[in-house]
């Protein structure tokens, strides 16, 4: 039997593996079926639709990544994935995720070939250690032998961040009381159909499916909100600014910050949430497009 507990899960990228310490996994792959119609004019008892099943949609996948005190990028190595662009071009990974156990006598292993990130949700709350919640499609999902992976840096018994330390700073003035934080990056990804009219002919089981390879990069965004106490202060209550810049630093101590994250040019509207106590939430999103958006983040 397999038990999610018990899976080891490996990105494989420029010729390395990577193990990771991640909090929880799921993969699926479905697969499109047409359907076809039976009932003719010499088969008018042919009431039940026939099916054609000759091409794979996207695999999906879902990780929570923690994030760790360490120097070093090996965990880190999928937040790089989420941000680094080349023009308009995100790079790809494979993933292998072992549930088998070394008594098992035939060991297999699941693996996800040309993997992309869609959306990376940081979360930052002070009573839990800090994590990232990736989501991201593939062209195949498929069962291989179990294979021996070597990975060039695993930390057995790591430091697991917590979000102690939080600052935030909007538009030059740093935000007193924060209450809650979120960051999202979201990356618009199509998958270009891989299939011609004669391939589908030829397709009788399938072993000869039809898998997506290759995709674009239509658009990217990345938003969040910060929520503060109302105080005395509050220059920015109900009002809105564009063409600003936002901090974000976050992490164990003021001298050791696990990210952050200078975006600019933003935009935020700002609202008032009057319950018991007082509050105001900003909801924010960057308007400009850098060369490359991991220029912006320090992890």
């Not at 991201?136 to 070597?150: D, E, P, R, V, Y």
């Amino acid at each position: 039997m397999e038990f999610l507990r018990e899976s080891k899960v490996y990105l494989w990228h420029g010729g390395m593996y990577y193990r990771l310490h991640v909090n929880n996994i799921s993969f699926n792959q479905t697969f499109k079926q047409k359907k076809t119609k039976q009932k003719t004019l010499h088969s008018s008892s042919s009431l039940i639709e026939g099916s054609e099943i000759n091409e794979a949609n996207p695999a999906q996948f879902e990780l929570d990544l923690a994030i760790l005190d360490e120097s070093s990028l090996y965990q880190q190595k999928p937040i790089q994935l989420l941000l680094k662009n080349t023009g308009d071009t995100l790079e790809t990974f494979n993933l292998f995720i072992d549930v088998s156990k070394s008594t098992d006598s035939s060991r297999t292993m699941y693996k996800l070939d040309t993997c992309v990130l869609e959306s990376g949700s940081f979360s930052f709350d002070r009573q839990s250690t800090m994590a990232v919640n990736l989501q991201g499609s593939a062209s195949k999902l498929s069962t291989i032998s179990w294979i021996n992976i070597s990975v060039g840096q695993f930390d057995t018994t790591p430091t697991y961040s917590i979000p102690k330390i939080t600052t935030v700073t909007v538009d030059g003035t740093v935000l007193d009381q924060v209450t809650g934080l979120n960051l999202e990056i979201q990356n618009n990804i199509d998958w270009t159909k891989n299939t011609t009219l004669q391939d589908s002919y030829f397709i009788t089981a399938s072993s000869g499916t039809i898998y997506p390879a290759s995709f674009t990069l239509g658009g990217r965004a990345v938003a969040g909100n910060v929520t503060t106490y109302v105080g005395s202060s509050h220059p920015n209550l109900q009002t809105w600014k564009e063409n600003i810049a936002i901090s974000i630093k976050t992490g164990l101590a003021a001298n050791n910050y696990q990210l952050q994250a200078a975006l600019t040019p933003c935009s935020f509207t700002n609202r008032v949430n009057p319950t018991e106590v007082f509050t105001q939430g900003y909801d924010f999103r960057m308007m400009g497009s850098p060369e490359n958006l991991d220029d912006l983040f320090t992890y």
